[in-house]
């Protein structure tokens, strides 16, 4: 299966969901999308896959969201959009692909949906939050 995870590796949600594709044996495409940015074309693309707006993919918190004016109801799509392509920090994270589709994977146990296969248990997120027991069942 091929998996492509568009990563922030300051992020702890966003390392989690990697934790887990590589705990599953996957050798997952990583992208670095603070370091390569993003084009308007391929955010439509993936916000049109995993059923998501700007709106909804915008990272109001730790982000410069607030600062540049972009919380408010009246700010448009197309706003939206070319601040996320001028600064890459405002997309929320991690977003991943696989075949069986595209999901902003927050929280970060979300990512097992895309997964044919799941890491062996237990398996905790980096807090100690218990994800997988033993038997390799998700917990909660």
């Given at each position: 299966m091929t998996i492509v995870i568009y990563h922030h590796p300051d992020c702890g949600t966003s390392r989690n969901v990697l934790r887990i594709i590589e705990a599953a044996g996957y050798a997952p495409t990583v992208i670095e999308y603070l370091k390569t940015?993003?084009?308007?074309?391929?955010?439509?693309g993936l916000f049109a896959a995993a059923a998501l707006t700007p709106r909804t993919a915008l990272r109001e918190t730790k982000s410069p969201a607030a600062e540049m004016g972009l919380l408010g109801p009246e700010v448009?799509?197309?706003?939206?959009?070319?601040a996320m392509v001028s600064h890459p920090v405002l997309v929320n994270r991690?977003?991943?692909?696989?075949?069986?589709?595209v999901r902003l994977c927050r929280p970060s146990e979300t990512v097992l949906d895309l997964l044919d296969r799941w890491p062996p248990g237990p398996l905790s997120k980096e807090d100690g939050t218990p994800l997988l027991d033993a038997e390799g069942r998700r917990v909660g």
């Open positions: 940015g993003w084009t308007r074309p391929q955010l439509l448009d799509d197309e706003t939206l959009l070319a991690p977003i991943v692909c696989t075949r069986k589709g």
